[in-house]
């Protein structure tokens, strides 16, 4: 019995795909690469995530990212190039020396993973959201968990010295203001080593201010046996501090029936740290929904008249009682010196006297 040609065609179409894809065992090989004009992605077994480009905003710019790849949000779990968006055109390879190589059509290198030691020989996507860079003997030699831009999620752990930074806005991936730190050595502006703080910094610079928030992990017993080691989200979508004694903190809980939820915690834009849940399976409209969120007021939190405040100058921030998100709104008699920032600070609607009569 012979294939008819619709047939063979249909069989082609449905291995073509799956072979460019599922070269060594799900892996892909040293020498891959994707490209922003081709629509092609790195997905985990599941399909749960998807590794590839995401074109920012409308723009002729790309976004090198992971993302949920079943819902109809795709959220963006971790980046690699916020502040150097990608043109029309740019490459990600997979390399021996370097594993991922960001390059724009000139060729010049826009992001790299840095191997420490050894020589890639294979990358995944993991299912558990992980992107992991392998070597011949399939050590990880580099992880997207080990290099978090503002997400974790299930089965992730962060050790000390670990940090997550914000986003400029929801679709800015440019660094933004605020972090979370996992403090590694204790002379840290007098915080305890395996404390968790957040805290904001002044941009340009990376130079923390001290915390709007912190998690005590000796719970005050000042016994350095019991310090945070790591800081650990799992499958379940609990969060907590595992201490030197192998004891737990917990910070957050999640749902110990989670088979059908997918979790993420994420530092948001406005400087909340918040834990979300999304079923699995979507009938097209459900949406990430917080479940556990720090701090309670970030616009006391945070004084009023720091260069870090959650508002701009001459901006009143008021805290939403339902998800604690901070919004801002000029002080009667201002409006936004940036339009497109409502964030940002806000000037005279009319300019002093003396200066209006200068213009
Ligand atoms: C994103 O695009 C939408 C629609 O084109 C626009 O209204 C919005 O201002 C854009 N956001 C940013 C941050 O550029
Ligand atoms: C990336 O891969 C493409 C296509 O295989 C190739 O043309 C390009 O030279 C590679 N770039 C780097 C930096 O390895
Ligand atoms: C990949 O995901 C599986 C579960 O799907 C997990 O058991 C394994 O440890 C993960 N590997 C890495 C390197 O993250
Ligand atoms: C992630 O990788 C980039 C580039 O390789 C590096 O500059 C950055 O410090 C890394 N971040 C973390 C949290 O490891
Ligand atoms: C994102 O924000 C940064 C810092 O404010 C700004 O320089 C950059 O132009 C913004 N990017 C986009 C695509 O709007
Ligand atoms: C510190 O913690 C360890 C382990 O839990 C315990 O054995 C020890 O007695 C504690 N020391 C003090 C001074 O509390
Ligand atoms: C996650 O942590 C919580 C709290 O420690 C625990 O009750 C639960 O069993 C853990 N889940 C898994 C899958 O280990
Ligand atoms: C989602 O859609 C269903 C059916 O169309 C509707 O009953 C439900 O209210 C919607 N939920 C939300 C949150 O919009």
Sequence with gaps: MAFSLAQTLFFLLLLLPISAVAEANGRITVGSSLSTTVNFLWVSPSGDFAFGFRQLNGSDFFLLSIWYNKIPDRTVVWHANGDKP??????VNLTAVHGLVLSNPQGDELWISQILTGVA???????????????????????????????????????????????????????????????KGGNDQGIQQGNVVLNTINLPTVEPNGPYYEIDST??????????????????????ILQENDERITIAQGSLSTGNLYFRVTL????????????????????????????????????????????????????????????????TGYSLLDPNDPYGSCKPDFMQGCKEDEN
């Design 86 to 91: 990608a043109p029309r055109g740019s490459k």
């Design 121 to 183: 020989a294979y990358g995944a996507m993991n299912d558990t959201g992980n992107f992991v860079v392998e070597d011949s003997n399939f050590n990880n030699v580099w992880e997207s968990f080990q290099n978090s831009t503002d997400t974790m999620l299930p089965t992730q752990i962060m050790e000390r010295g670990g940090v997550l930074s914000s986003r400029q806005s929801e679709t800015n991936f440019s660094k933004g203001k605020f972090q979370l730190r996992f403090i």
């Design 219 to 240: 719970v005050g017993d000042c016994n350095t046996s019991s310090a945070g080691k790591q800081l650990v989200f799992n499958e379940s979508g609990y969060i907590y």
């Design 268 to 331: 948001n834009f406005d400087g909340i740290f918040t834990l979300y849940s999304h079923p699995k399976t979507s009938t097209g409209n459900e949406s990430w929904t917080p479940i556990w969120s720090i701090p309670d007021n970030i616009c006391e939190d945070i004084p009023v008249d720091s260069m870090t405040g959650v508002c701009g100058y001459n901006s009143v921030c008021k805290i939403n009682p339902q998800d604690k998100r901070p919004t801002c709104e000029c002080s």
